[in-house]
């Protein structure tokens, strides 16, 4: 079966710019949330998303959004890209509370 | 804070023996707890979780230790291999509520010929 899959794997965008992110969960699974992981420090929850509702948001700026999809696949939107916004974003899937969650490889993005 | 603290931020074992990373957890509402291998340039791994009700739990050569009262965590990986070199990562979150998972550093665990 394949896991949490995330596209695209590697992009640069440069500071302003708007950058989109994937994610389809396992199959089955219906919670997705979102992390983003700088170098050299432990990923940090974004976003959690829920039978297509947030069910919870991390502490970060309102330029970051994210939606889920009928399928449950998510999508998760970066807008006014600054360059500390540079980082692997890691998406993650579960069948729900109490569930183990389960990563992607990610997504590393470089603002230039 | 909401931080999952690792006492030491470096391990280094040599091949065949046992080795335990540790973990000081801040929350102590949190009530289940999961380990995470990432190797260079990957996602985060499942490796085993634990949830409150339990003080021990094992699987595969790995043995996830907790102990409520301290708020403290332990990952004991047995006859170390090669492929266990990464840096490891213990989370905590809450059952009930956003799949919030608090991570601390992580411990880069390096194995010794």
Known sequence: DAGVTQSPTHLIKTRGQHVTLRCSPISGHKSVSWYQQVLGQGPQFIFQYYEKEERGRGNFPDRFSARQFPNYSSELNVNALLLGDSALYLCASSLGYGNTIYFGEGSWLTVV | ?113
């Not at chain 2, 990432?38 to 949830?51: H, V």
């Not at chain 2, 403290?72 to 059952?95: K, M, N, R």
Request: with cysteine; proline share 4%; aromatic share 8%.
């Open chain 2, 1 to 113: 804070g909401e931080n999952v603290g690792l006492h030491l931020p470096t391990l280094s074992v040599q091949e065949g023996d046992n080795s335990i990373i540790n973990c000081a957890y801040s929350n102590s509402a949190s009530d289940y707890f999961i380990w995470y291998k990432q190797e260079s340039g990957k996602g985060p791994q499942f490796i085993i979780d634990i949830r409150s009700n339990m003080d021990k739990r094992q699987g595969q050569r790995v043995t996830v230790l907790l102990n409520k009262t301290v708020k403290h965590l332990s990952l004991q990986i047995a006859a170390t291999q090669p492929g266990d070199s990464a840096v490891y990562f213990c989370a905590e979150t809450l059952i009930q509520g956003a799949q919030k998972l608090v991570f601390g550093q992580g411990t880069r665990l390096t194995i010794n010929p």
